[in-house]
């Protein structure tokens, strides 16, 4: 009969070396550590940051043949009730909250779903007492915010999450047709207020048709493949340093959920065309040159498509605030905090108000000079 200080039972993978109890990873570190004898417990992979170089898998090619043996992982996954976030459960747990809305998640309502394996993953480098610092430091920043603000405290603890992500690298090559704008300066006659004639400089703009290629090399473009997370605030966290991916290693994830992707490698690939014809427009404005630059047309063909599946570190978690819930994130690697907050519609307005009277005394004393 199991006591209530021996430790659970384990496979050997995640078992401490010392005293044979369930091992979490410690943030910050490439070991296991272990909550009773304190032991830790070194992660061996078969390759090392050095040499690794995550592998990318052609796109086009996944697509006509689908997910092959090797590409594939299964995994339990439980479903909230509250918000529909599927994520696993730390081994050997069957029960949890769910990270995103606090709703129990229980493994008798779970099932198995067979997803594309994740190639790489940034382990946690913000330990959990460093988030609430973080936490805190970031609501003594808000501006704008209520003058209480700063008694908020979470509503429980930090949950660390591993998030689904996609990466897409594409070599583009495209076609365009504009008009470009060369500004001029031109004399001009008027009547001022006095009835009196003036002569001032008057900016004209001349267009001319053009056409051309632009040609781009992205190279891992991020997309976020959850809708359990505000996205505003989840790209907000951005940049993560992807240079420091380790190979996919399940001792990574022990005292850690883990997300189900929802947003599907297609899918990702759309919202991915969404952020490159950003950077493809930047770069015809700054083909067509001159002063101003309208885009009529534009035809992008996509080449060389790459991807990888990819978990990267989050901590989520709530507080309260005058009875209501506010959620916040944290980039488990940057400690880049973001999230919901509460505002002063007080210190709103009258920082609007002083910021009109500084314009009419501007304007007053402008006119009467």
């Not at 390759?47 to 592998?55: I, L, Q, V």
């Not at 008057?202 to 505000?230: C, I, K, N």
């Not at 999230?339 to 314009?359: C, M």
Request: with cysteine; net charge negative.
């Amino acid at each position: 009969m199991e006591t209530p200080n021996t430790p659970p039972a384990l496979n050997q993978s995640l078992a401490c070396k010392g005293c044979g109890a369930n091992l979490k990873f410690a943030a910050g570190t490439k070991s296991l550590s272990c909550p009773y004898c304190g032991a830790a417990n070194e992660i061996i992979s078969e390759e090392t940051s050095r040499n690794y170089s995550a592998e990318e898998l052609d796109y086009e090619e996944f697509l006509k043949k689908g997910v092959a043996n090797e590409q594939k992982q299964t995994i339990s996954v439980v479903k909230c009730s509250g918000c529909g976030a599927e994520a696993t459960l730390k081994p050997n747990v069957t029960s949890d909250e769910c990270a995103f809305c606090g709703t129990s998640l229980v493994i008798q309502s779970g099932s198995t779903a067979s997803i594309i394996k994740p190639k790489s993953i940034l382990p946690f480098k913000v330990q959990q007492r460093d988030g609430m610092d973080l936490f805190q430091k970031w609501i003594d920043g808000l501006w704008f915010a209520p003058n209480d603000i700063s008694r908020a405290r979470p509503a429980e603890k930090l949950k660390g999450m591993y998030i689904p992500y996609w990466t897409f690298d594409s070599y583009t090559y495209t076609d365009y047709s504009g008009e470009r704008g060369d500004d001029y300066q031109v004399s001009e006659t008027y009547t001022d207020s006095n009835g009196n004639t003036q002569t001032r400089m008057v900016t004209r703009t001349r267009w001319y048709g053009v056409s051309g290629r632009v040609e781009d090399d992205f190279d891992d473009v991020l997309v976020e493949a959850t809708t359990s997370l505000p996205q505003e605030y989840i790209r907000a966290l951005e940049p993560w340093d992807l240079e420091d991916l380790q190979p996919y290693n399940d001792q990574f994830l022990s005292g850690f959920q883990t997300e189900m992707y929802h947003v599907e490698l297609k899918q990702g690939f759309e919202e991915a065309k969404d952020i490159m014809q950003d950077a493809i427009d930047t770069h015809i404005r700054r083909h067509i040159g001159g002063d101003h630059q309208r885009i009529h047309r534009k035809d992008i063909k996509y080449t060389n498509i790459t991807f990888k599946h990819i978990l990267l570190p989050i901590w989520v978690c709530a507080y309260r605030y005058n009875d209501k819930i506010f959620r916040f994130l944290i980039n488990g690697r940057t400690g880049e905090v973001q999230g919901e907050r509460p505002y002063s519609w007080i210190k709103i307005t009258l920082a609007v108000l002083a910021a009109l009277a500084v314009a009419f005394a501007v304007f007053y004393f402008t006119r009467k000079h």
